[in-house]
């Protein structure tokens, strides 16, 4: 887990932002998300990558249709074809877009409204998202939310660290809203994670809603049903 100080007040702060002012990211910044990629890549066994000053990934039709504006810095993820590959690159780039916000940067995830990212992709990788990146016009604003009964539980008479877990879960970016994901707490602190069966990129937001959920609960306080043998 990335140091991203207080993350609550990050997770409150940090919405989706697709605008952005032509304004360079300074080297001292880039180099310390250069060194939280390394440190991602290594804890998450994958092939980050960031490009700064590249402007052609957001420079196609499909990413005017999705009103972007000079985003020239973008992060790619990639990693070996695996069948957690997607919850990966979820869990550990929004990370990396917590830290962003940290640092005073804006971030938008990114699946169809854009062009062909710089990306290296080695033979059996694939990429499977990117995160544009830098100083937006806005800071975005919040978007309408499901309720904590409708994506856990219990949602009543729970241990204030899940509801904690929960809230935090519930302010994650998720593909176009969906919100498709459900946290249920067994033995007083096993914690199962789902994910729906139909929407898009549901791995994708179940590795964001978990990065949100362990911020949140405090990992001390549970283990994932799948880390005890239980059913997930």
């Not at 910044?29 to 890549?41: K, S």
């Not at 990396?96 to 059996?124: D, E, F, H, I």
């Not at 009543?156 to 809203?177: H, I, K, S, Y």
């Not at 919100?179 to 964001?208: E, M, N, Y």
Request: charged share 25%; with cysteine.
């Amino acid at each position: 887990m990335l140091d991203i100080g207080n993350a609550m007040d990050v997770i409150r702060l940090r919405h989706s932002v697709r605008q952005y002012l032509e304004k360079k990211i300074p080297p001292e910044v880039r180099a310390e998300l250069d060194r939280c990629v390394q440190e991602v890549n290594r804890a998450g066994r994958l092939n980050v990558q960031v490009f700064y000053d590249e402007p052609g990934c957001f420079s196609s039709r499909m990413a005017h249709y999705g009103r972007f504006e000079h985003a020239d810095n973008y992060i790619a993820l990639v990693g070996e074809k695996a069948p957690d590959l997607e919850e990966r690159c979820g869990y550990w780039g929004e990370q990396l877009v917590l830290k962003a916000q940290a640092m005073g940067l804006n971030t938008c995830w990114v699946a169809l409204t854009r062009g062909k990212s710089n990306a290296a992709v080695k033979p059996g990788e694939r990429e499977v998202i990117v995160i544009s990146l830098g100083y937006g016009k806005t800071q975005g604003s919040p978007r309408r939310s499901k309720t904590a009964a409708q994506v856990s539980s219990p949602a009543e008479d729970a241990p204030a660290w899940f509801r904690r877990g929960v809230e935090a879960a519930l302010l994650a970016p998720t593909a176009v809203n969906q919100q498709r994901f459900r946290f249920t707490l067994s033995d007083g602190s096993v914690v199962t994670a789902g994910a729906g069966h139909f929407g898009s990129l549901l791995k994708v937001d179940l590795g964001i809603v978990k990065c949100h959920f362990e911020l949140g609960a405090g990992r001390e306080n549970f283990r994932w049903a799948e880390e005890t043998g239980a059913d997930a």
